[in-house]
């Protein structure tokens, strides 16, 4: 199976997933997506981005703020994010201030 990747902020989270025929049909795949965050991410500008994997057939994930407790955020924030090939994912890791590992005890 092939994978994609992409980078997600912490404190964000995604939200719709698009595949070749527009948003990804429940129906017809009959499951979600493949998307799984990794325990790796980076450092850039001071803020922590988790890596995310997904498979080849989604192309875009919609990703958004996660909501604090007692905190509703107005739909201003949407960001649509493009996937990464591995060989991209490891420019960016070479590019950035510093990697982290999330500890899963």
């Given at each position: 199976m092939i994978m994609k990747y992409f980078f997600l902020a912490e404190g964000w989270t995604y939200d719709?997933?698009?595949?070749?025929?527009?948003?990804?049909?429940?129906?017809?795949?009959?499951?979600?997506?493949?998307i799984q965050q990794l325990n790796i991410g980076i450092i850039e500008q001071g803020q922590t981005l988790w890596l995310y994997q997904v498979e080849d057939p989604v192309l875009m994930v919609e990703v958004t703020p996660m909501e604090q407790s007692g905190v509703v955020h107005s739909i201003g924030q949407v960001v649509l994010k493009r996937l990464s090939t591995p060989e991209q994912v490891l420019e960016q890791i070479n590019k950035s201030e510093s990697l982290v590992k999330k500890n899963n005890w």
């Open positions: 719709r997933v698009w595949e070749f025929g527009g948003l990804w049909n429940y129906e017809e795949w009959r499951r979600e997506p493949h």
